[in-house]
Every structure is written in structure tokens, then in C-alpha cells.
């Protein structure tokens, strides 16, 4: 169920949610979305609890129908030197910075925010309540799950494409087999364990 979100003079609110601080390997990618109340979009929930196909027919509608949109992130490198979290707030910044209409009111999916120089309000379950959040974290998830399975095409033996780069068994058990290369986050516990064996 979504929340109708209302503050006072808030008449630009963006959604920021990101994908992608889990797994093993890749950027963690970020969104920002200002939807356009005279154009609501039906069906936005969670990215995770939608199939697919939902998930890319929202990703189109959204990016039509939104009044501003930006995806971010933030590399490999920048997550093994400053840590997931920091870089992931990093990216948020980026992608509330790269929007084309300034938001005058910013809602974080999660516990924590980073100071974008603009009011803002963490929503735990925003993904799950906010339209705006939910809107992003479709537009990230796609995102994130695209380059994924471009990258399955380059390295196969790691099965990409399946897992996402998230840390499933078989997951582990490729990269044990054919080893570290250099899309994974060195400064995460189970490659920087297979990087001392």
C-alpha cells in the first residue's frame, strides 16, 4: 500500500533507492525520480517484488512519464576504497545531483541519507510505501540487472546473468574455480578471503 506523502511546500519530492549492495561484484547503481502527480503510474511497489516483465514495462513507463529522472552509481573501486555504505551515498548524492529539475524535498529508501544540501526524510520500507522511491528502485534495479547480463556475455563461467552477481553458492564456487577478476569488490569478506587462499 502506498503512502501519499505530503510536506509543507515540498512541491518537488525525488525518490532515491539503490540496487546492488549486496553482491559480490559490479557497481552499486542508484536512482532519483520527481514523478509528475498529473501522470500517475499504476503498479509501482518494491523493485524486488515484481516479476521482470513488470519491472521493465514500469522501467519504460516511468522514465516517460516521470517529471525528472537520473541513475547513478558507484565503481567497484570506489565502493573497495571508501566501503558499500559511503559509496553508496556517494552514489545517491550523484544521482539526486545529475537530476534536471532541482527536488525540493528528498525521501531515502532505508535508515540513513546523505546530505544532499535539501531537506530529506529516511522512509524504512520505502521502496514498499513511496511511490517516488518505489519508481527508483525499478529504474535502478533494471539498470543494475541489464549490465549484469551484458557482463554474463563477457565472463559466462561466472553466471552472471542467473545470480546477479550476489553471493549464491554456485556463485562461490565459480569464483573459486576461475578466480578474481577485476569486476569483483576486493574489500568484501568472502573475495578477500578467496584472494588470501
Known sequence: MLLEFTYPDA?????VDEVGRGPLCGDVVTAAVILDPNKPIEGLTDSKKLSEKKREALFDIIKQNALAW????????????LNILHATMLAMQRAVSGLNIKPNYVLVDGNRCPNFGIRTQAVVKGDLLVAEISAASILAKVTRDREMVELDKLYPQ???????????????NAIEQHGVNHLYRKSFTPIKRLLLI
Open 158 to 172: 561466472y553466471g552472471l546473468a542467473k545470480h546477479k552477481g550476489y553471493p549464491t553458492k554456485d556463485h562461490l
Open 11 to 15: 512541491t518537488l519530492i525525488a525518490g
Open 70 to 81: 537520473c541513475v547513478a552509481r558507484a565503481s567497484v573501486d570506489e565502493i573497495d576504497e
